[in-house]
Each structure stands twice: as structure tokens, then as C-alpha cells.
């Protein structure tokens, strides 16, 4: 009789458990209608004679047994545990945090454009204001309107500013420049002869803005052709073919020599030379018969 009522008494919890088992799975099937039919938040409607639980849940809600990965449920001993996860706030606040990260690259873009912008500004006023004499030469300023020039001489390796709307920068060389000239002239008796000259010469740096004044940016070739060509041409006109070409000193003519030519040129170049403040260094002259 012991023994059959210990069985009976095992029978009892198996029918207990069971009957547990099968309130748990009609809750399960309760939760997944409610969850599939109502958009809603969480709500649990308890009915203690029937010893359930009834939960609705807005999308997002699964249970362990269900290899489903959002929320979790847990059963134990006929009460339902539910875990929400929240995804919807997490999903809000990864959402407010790329906005913030875009609006932060968009404030970054901003201030990167103003400061480029503000690099490529500054670079240019002072590319195209501020100057630097190069070596070897002075440089002047000129009025763009007027053609005046300023009383003010930069010498070499000198920097300064200047308004680049009003003035333009004119830049004279100081060392000594080498020019070769060539050109025909008549002599006395309506011959042809052709002249080589080869100067060189340098200006007066106190009178610079004089000599740009007479002889422009370019004033060792605008000198030779002005001054020394006509000094050329007002010394050969007075002498023959014959005795320009000749070497020998022996040759008499009735207006002289060659080094007579020769000499009254020289005087003519240097007195040109000191009237317009050039210093004239070294001069070559060579006459040849034109083929």
C-alpha cells in the first residue's frame, strides 16, 4: 500500500508539471498573436484563477525558446520573465549620434573652407604687395595713371610694400651690361661701311630715375641707339672708305687717320656719357668693308 501511493504521489507532480508546462505554452501562443496583431508597448495582464501571465509587446519582443535574437523571456516554474532590450532608444541614440557626428564634420568642412580661404587671401595680398629687390638690380615704383615715378630708390635685396592697383615695380640693372651693336653708315666719298661697336657700361645708381626717364627699363640698347649711333654717323660721314679701312698709319689723308675717327668717336661716347650719368666701361669699335 506504501509503495502505491508514493507512485500515486509521483503521478500527482507529473500531472502538476504537465499541467504547468501547458499554462506556459498558451501564454507563449498568446504573447506571439498579441505581439503579431498589436503595435503597443509592453503591458502584462495577469489572471491569478488561471494562473497565467499575458504579455503585449511592441515589435521587438521573442522568447529564449524561440532562437530568435531581440528580447528575451524566460519561463520558470510557470512565471514569465521579460528582459527588454530597448532597441528602439538604442536605435535613437545611434541615430542623434550620427547626426551629431555629421553635423560636426559639417561645422569641421566650414571651418576648414574659411581658413583655406583665409590662407589663400593673405598669401595673395602679400605675393602681389610685398616685394623683394633681386640682386644686382634697383628697383623703382612707377604711377600706372600717370606715368609718374616715385622719388624712392629700393636697393638690391631690399623688400618692401607697395600698392600693386596704383603702382607697377620696375626693376633697372646695376652691374655692368655688355651690348654688341652692328649698322651701316655713308662716308665722305658715298660709300658704304659697316660699323661693329661693343660697349660696355653701367648707370649711375643716384641718377637711375633720370636715366629711366631718357632711356626707358632697356636704356643700354635705347642709348647706343639714340646717342651713339648718331655720334657714328656725324663722325664717318666726314672720312673716306679707304681711310677707315686702312691699318697703316702711313695712309695720309686731307681730314686725318683712322685713330683720328676712332679718337673723335671716343669723345663724342664719353661726353654723351657723362651729360646722361652712364658710366661707359669699356668700348670696341671695328670697321669693315660692306660685301
Do not use: W
Not at 33 to 60: D, I, Q, W, Y
Request: charge should be positive; aromatic fraction near 10%.
Amino acid at each position: 500500500m506504501k509503495r502505491h501511493f508514493i507512485k500515486l504521489k509521483y503521478d500527482i507532480r507529473n500531472v502538476k508539471h504537465y499541467h504547468l508546462y501547458k499554462i506556459n505554452i498558451r501564454n507563449i501562443h498568446n504573447i506571439i498573436k498579441n505581439e503579431r496583431a498589436t503595435n503597443t508597448h509592453l503591458s502584462v495582464n495577469n489572471n491569478p484563477r488561471m494562473n497565467e501571465k499575458k504579455c503585449v509587446e511592441n515589435e521587438n519582443f521573442i522568447y529564449s525558446n524561440i532562437n530568435i535574437i531581440k528580447n528575451k523571456m524566460h519561463i520558470t516554474d510557470g512565471q514569465v520573465e521579460i528582459k527588454d532590450n530597448k532597441m528602439d532608444q538604442v536605435d535613437n541614440i545611434k541615430y542623434e549620434r550620427k547626426e551629431q557626428e555629421n553635423e560636426q564634420i559639417k561645422i569641421l568642412k566650414l571651418k576648414n573652407v574659411k581658413l583655406l580661404t583665409c590662407c589663400i587671401i593673405t598669401t595673395l595680398f602679400f605675393y602681389f604687395t610685398l616685394k623683394k629687390v633681386p640682386e644686382g638690380y634697383i628697383c623703382l615704383v612707377q604711377n600706372k595713371h600717370d606715368g609718374e615715378v616715385k622719388p624712392y630708390i629700393y636697393d638690391d635685396l631690399m623688400t618692401f610694400f607697395f600698392n600693386p592697383l596704383k603702382y607697377k615695380v620696375i626693376h633697372m640693372r646695376i652691374i655692368p651690361i655688355q651690348r654688341k651693336y652692328t649698322n651701316v653708315y655713308e662716308t665722305l666719298d658715298k660709300q658704304k661701311i659697316k660699323v661693329k661697336l661693343e660697349v660696355k657700361m653701367k648707370p649711375k645708381i643716384p641718377f637711375i630715375i633720370d636715366i629711366y626717364s631718357s632711356f626707358g627699363i632697356n636704356y643700354s640698347t635705347s642709348y647706343i641707339e639714340k646717342e651713339m649711333n648718331l655720334d657714328l654717323k656725324n663722325v664717318i660721314k666726314y672720312y673716306n672708305l679707304n681711310t677707315l679701312l686702312e691699318n697703316n698709319q702711313d695712309v695720309n689723308d686731307d681730314n686725318g687717320t683712322v685713330d683720328d675717327a676712332i679718337d673723335q668717336i671716343m669723345d663724342r661716347f664719353y661726353d654723351s656719357s657723362i651729360f646722361h650719368k652712364i658710366i661707359l666701361m669699356d668700348v670696341t669699335i671695328l670697321f669693315e668693308k660692306v660685301e
